[in-house]
């Protein structure tokens, strides 16, 4: 087994079919090995489930490496360790325990909260994203990592990159309006502050602009918040890429709004990449 792998959780159900497809295609992708994982109470009840995986997978990708483990305990938990040290890991978005639907008690839900590295989850309405964009959202310079991975990404898929900026104003104290257009000072650092904002996307990239040549980068600020700029956007991407502030510790969902919203409504795959 090479150590570079893609981690899929299993379960024998329809939807973690579907995940591990789009976790073999990355595996292949990335030139990785696949680690097919089913987490149960009783190791021997996990024989046919991982038989049937592997043997898809072996059907269609012949030369990829493939590794299948049983695992007691509950998928939480157990997808959370295999994912340390995985290059990415991919679970669907029902099954897993009965739960329907990206509930709070959910797997894909509550992983996201504690995958170490990337996750994807396999969701939306695309069957395959050959020649799709790949959609990253950006907000602060705390998403580099997200953006490196969407860069790599593109690269990897010989696909465009668009990315989504969200640009927040601060308050500006009203003023009485100049004679002359734009002029006032008030008007001045606003025009300045849209202009730098404007420029974040671009400068944000920079270094990595340059580390991947082949990528082409369209980029564009919103201002009114990103979640429904990206979540129109997925309609048309192969995959879209957020980073991730966890909230340990704190009342209310263990990921924020954007993530909230896309994992429930993308019509594609969503990367989840946690920040440094």
């Known amino acids: ?18 995940a591990l497809d ?7 992708r990335r030139g990785a090995a696949l680690r097919i994982v089913y987490a149960v109470a009783d190791r021997d009840e996990a024989g046919p489930v991982l038989a049937s995986a592997a043997s898809r997978v072996h059907e269609r990708h012949p030369g990829l490496p493939v590794e299948t483990r049983a695992v007691e305990g509950g998928a ?7 994912s340390e040290g ?34 994807l989850v396999a969701r939306g309405d695309h069957p395959r ?31 465009r990159l668009r990315v989504v900026h969200s640009a927040t104003h601060r308050h500006t104290t009203p003023e009485l309006p100049s004679l002359v257009a734009a002029t006032s000072p008030g008007q001045q650092r606003q025009a300045q502050s849209d202009r730098a904002e404007e420029a974040v996307p671009r400068f944000g990239i920079a270094r990595l602009r340059e580390e991947y040549p082949e990528v ?40 924020g709004p954007v993530a909230h919203v896309l994992l429930h409504h993308s019509h594609c795959p969503v990367v989840l990449v946690p920040t440094t």
């Open 129 to 159: 994203d050959e020649g799709r964009e790949v959609l990253l959202g950006l907000e602060s310079d705390a998403d580099e990592a997200a953006a490196a991975y969407a860069f790599q990404e593109a690269s990897r898929r010989g696909a």
């Open 1 to 18: 087994m090479t150590d570079r792998h893609v981690v899929v959780g299993v379960d024998g159900s329809l939807v973690a079919v579907r």
């Open 86 to 119: 995985a290059v990415l890991t991919v679970v669907g978005t029902r099954g897993f325990g009965g739960v329907s639907g990206l509930l709070a008690g959910s797997v894909s839900w509550r992983l996201a909260a504690h995958a170490h590295g990337p996750l």
């Open 22 to 28: 789009w976790a073999a295609e990355e595996a292949a």
């Open 216 to 255: 082409e980068v369209d980029s564009r600020t919103v201002r009114t918040g990103p979640t429904h700029a990206l979540l129109a956007g997925t309609r048309e991407a192969g995959v879209v890429v957020i980073g991730t502030r966890r909230r340990v510790g704190r009342l209310g969902p263990p990921l």
């Open 76 to 82: 939480v938990r157990v997808l959370a360790g295999e």
